[in-house]
C-alpha cells in the first residue's frame, strides 16, 4: 500500500470516529425549550365575581294580580278536590312569593314575603297528600300574612 492511499483512510477513518461522536452527542436533550403543558392540571378559576343582584321584571302591581290569580286557583282547586291543579298552583305562588322578597329594602316587606313562600311550600305538600283540613288551615294562614303585608304596604 502506497503511503499517500494509507495517509486517505487514516483521516477517513478519524474522520468516521469525530462523526461517530458527533452523532452519539446528538442524542442530548434538545437546546429549544420545552413545550409548556397546555392542559394545567388545576382549571381556570371561574369568574369568581358573584351573580349580580337579582331584579323582578315585574312590578308588585302585576305581581300581585298574579298572586291573586293562583290564590283563587289553590281555593277552587281544595273546593273541587282538584288536588293536582292546586298544587301546582302552590308551587307557583311559593316562587312568586319568594320573588316578592326582591320587590322591596323594608326587612318586614322581605319577612312577609318569605313566610308567604314557605307556607305555600307547606302548602303544596299537604295537597300532595290531598289533606284536606290541613291544607284549610294553612290556607287560612296564608291569608292572614297577606294581610299583615297588606295592611301597612298596599
Ligand atoms: C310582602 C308583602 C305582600 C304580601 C305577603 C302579599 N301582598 Fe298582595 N300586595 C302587596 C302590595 C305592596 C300591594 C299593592 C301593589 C300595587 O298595586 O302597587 C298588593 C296588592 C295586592 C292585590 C291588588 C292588586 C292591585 O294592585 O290591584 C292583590 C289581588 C293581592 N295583593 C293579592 C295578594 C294575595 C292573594 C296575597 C297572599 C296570598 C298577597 N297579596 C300577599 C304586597 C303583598
Known sequence: ???VIC??????????????TELIAG????????????????PP???PAPAGKFVPVTDVHHMMEGQGKLWGEIKDGILDSNWKAAENSAWLLAEVANVNQYQHEAADYKAWAKQMSD??????????KK???KSRDLVSKIGNTCSECHNKYK
Open 131 to 133: 289533606d284536606a283540613a
Open 119 to 128: 307556607q305555600c311550600v307547606e302548602l303544596a305538600g299537604t295537597l300532595k
Open 7 to 20: 495517509l486517505v483512510a487514516l483521516l477517513g477513518l478519524v474522520g468516521l470516529l469525530v462523526l461517530g
Open 1 to 3: 500500500m502506497k503511503p
Open 45 to 47: 378559576v371561574p369568574n
Open 27 to 42: 442524542d442530548e436533550p434538545p437546546k429549544t425549550p420545552p413545550i409548556p403543558n397546555p392542559t394545567p392540571e388545576t
